[in-house]
């Protein structure tokens, strides 16, 4: 496996994807906070407050670039029948499929600790405090990594039982934006207030009534469950780190959502595992 893991990791780091990926997600990271700078400029507002809230927004795509990823790094091996190759030079199954999991995770946790250095020190540089402790900013990160883990747990797990390239490339894509809708609409629901002003017309016009309780409002068991559902699914945890007004759950419950992603990672690694073993590879 040691061999395997060898060919991988150069496989990764010539990989013109990888870099271009790479190198696209950090112009994005110093283009933001450009941006960012003009804005509290044009509206006079403290530098510092946009740059704490949006601290961990380029965070928000980063499941559609590892979906890109792994797609093509795995894919690649079936179109020019690599995988075929190494089961009859006796290689096997398990040390195929974990050693292709573990260069999608590396290669995940490789672009995202570069894009956060960015992000952090040019907003450090250029807006000022991140308004987090050095603790906070640890935890923070061992969220991200374990997501990223995840991250490549799902994609792998699609990309080497689909046995095509473009088959892959399409489910990853699909899971990869419908992970992150169900994020968006799992923290919307759970952000809506649990009452709402009522407004009435008096007098010709629309004037403010009294507070009254919102139906949209999620309460009892099936809080517990969406809220369950935000933080075990990597969508979630995305929209809760990409999302300042949603940063508080992440420090408030950082080992929970590390070993969430754990868990969704051992499943489905376990289970790619027993499938791809079973798999008929033609």
Request: charged share 10%; net charge positive; proline share 2%.
């Amino acid at each position: 496996m040691c061999k395997l893991l060898r060919a991988n990791a150069k496989r990764v780091l010539i990989s013109k994807l990888f870099w271009g990926e790479t190198i696209i997600w950090l112009l994005y990271c110093l283009a933001y906070q450009a941006d960012s700078c003009r804005r509290a400029m044009e509206y006079g507002i403290p530098s510092s407050e946009i740059f704490q809230q949006t601290l961990f927004s380029f965070t928000a795509f980063m499941g559609v670039l590892y979906a890109v990823f792994v797609s093509i790094l795995i894919g690649t091996e079936y179109s020019d029948g690599t995988i075929r190759n190494k089961l009859i030079i006796g290689r096997s199954r398990t040390s195929i499929y974990l050693s292709d999991f573990i260069a999608c995770a590396a290669a995940g946790i490789i672009q995202t600790a570069a894009a956060s250095f960015t992000f952090l020190v040019s907003g450090v540089l250029i807006l000022g405090e991140t308004g987090l402790s050095a603790v906070q900013l640890l935890q923070t990160a061992a969220v991200m990594l374990f997501l990223c883990i995840s991250y490549a747990a799902v994609y792998a797990f699609i990309s080497m039982l689909s046995g095509s390239r473009a088959n892959g490339s399409v489910v990853n894509l699909l899971t990869a934006f419908g992970l992150l809708f169900a994020g968006a609409y799992l923290s919307s629901r759970l952000s809506a207030p649990e009452t709402i002003t009522e407004y009435r017309m008096a007098q010709g016009a629309i004037q403010a009534g009294e507070q009254i309780p919102n139906p949209g409002y999620l309460s009892g068991m099936k809080r517990t469950v969406y809220q369950f559902l935000l933080d075990f699914l990597p969508g979630g945890q995305n929209m809760e780190l990409a999302q300042g007004s949603l940063l508080p759950r992440v420090l408030e419950h950082p080992g929970l959502l590390c070993f969430y992603s754990a868990v969704l990672a051992a499943v489905l690694t376990l289970a790619g595992l027993l499938l791809f073993n079973r798999k008929d590879m033609k």
